[in-house]
């Protein structure tokens, strides 16, 4: 289907469950949804603030930051563009339990509520879509957790830099700082980290971004500091 319209438009008639649905679903889709834009260091979505539907990142980079512990904050995910982001928010209908903070000048899409649910109810492929993203969604959680509490500053930045964050693309346009704040690292130490990867020849430097160079030898270090 050939869509001209929105950038918001077009990345949802990219989607793959997308196709499955019916004209009229699909009308109604490419119509609700709409964006919003933040600079760099603006709150987008307050915690506490009510449910407003399904999340994307047509554009930028987002990090998505608790704020329970008053002594500290503490990064939970970064989101690139071309990914999705609270599906639990939306599923229970709930106010943000995080904010969500651009890291760069950032364009979200948001499908509405109302949508989500009726797309949630009736739709097995955005279904079967919801199901994944939410197992990566776990499973990144859960290997950042066990990174606070256990690993090396090199392993964590090597973390953030793996597939499991950055799924699709190995040269990232990533810099040193928003890499610190996603790790929850200083300036100085992503430093020697990124130092200690690139002379170890599993990332490249150049110009602020940072490339992958060898994903075996990424995915190998990250599997020796595992079992260490």
């Given at each position: 289907?050939?869509?001209l319209a929105?950038?918001a438009e077009?990345f949802i008639?990219r989607?793959?469950w997308?196709?499955?649905l019916e004209?009229?679903?699909?009308?109604?889709?490419?119509?609700?949804?709409?964006?919003t834009?933040?600079?760099?260091?603006?709150v987008?979505?307050?915690?506490g603030?009510?449910?407003?539907?399904?999340h994307a990142?047509?554009s930028?980079?987002v990090m998505?930051?608790?704020?329970q512990?008053?002594a500290?904050?503490a990064?939970?995910?970064?989101?690139?563009?071309g990914?999705?982001?609270?599906?639990?928010?939306?599923?229970?209908?709930e106010?943000?339990?995080?904010?969500v903070?651009a890291?760069?000048?950032?364009?979200?899409?948001c499908?509405p509520l109302?949508?989500?649910e009726?797309l949630?109810?009736?739709s097995?492929?955005f279904n079967q879509?919801?199901?994944?993203?939410?197992?990566?969604?776990?499973?990144?959680?859960?290997?950042i957790?066990?990174a606070g509490?256990t690993?090396?500053a090199?392993?964590?930045?090597?973390?953030q830099?793996s597939?499991l964050?950055w799924?699709?693309?190995?040269?990232?346009?990533?810099?040193?700082?928003?890499?610190?704040?996603?790790?929850?690292?200083?300036r100085q130490?992503?430093n020697?980290?990124?130092g200690?990867?690139?002379?170890?020849g599993?990332?490249?430097l150049d110009f602020?971004?940072?490339?992958?160079?060898?994903?075996?030898?990424?995915?190998q270090f990250l599997?020796?500091?595992?079992?260490?």
């Open positions: 289907m050939f869509c929105s950038p077009r008639c989607q793959p997308f196709a499955s004209a009229k679903l699909q009308q109604e889709v490419r119509s609700g949804v709409y964006e834009q933040g600079a760099k260091g603006a987008l979505l307050p915690a603030s009510p449910a407003q539907g399904w990142v047509l930028g980079l998505l930051r608790s704020t512990h008053r500290r904050t990064a939970f995910i970064g989101v690139p563009d990914e999705w982001f609270g599906e639990g928010t939306a599923m229970r209908a106010a943000q339990r995080y904010e903070i890291l760069r000048p950032t364009r979200l899409l499908l109302a949508l989500f009726h949630h109810a009736g097995l492929e879509y919801l199901a994944q993203h939410i197992n990566l969604r776990l499973g990144q959680a859960l290997t957790i066990e509490r690993r090396s090199e392993q964590r930045v090597a973390l830099l597939r964050f799924r699709s693309r190995r040269r990232l346009d990533i810099t040193q700082e928003e890499l610190g704040q996603l790790a929850g690292l200083s130490t992503i020697r980290a990124l200690a990867l690139a002379a170890a599993i990332v490249g602020g971004r940072v490339a992958i160079l060898d994903d075996t030898a990424l995915d599997a020796t500091a595992a079992s260490a």
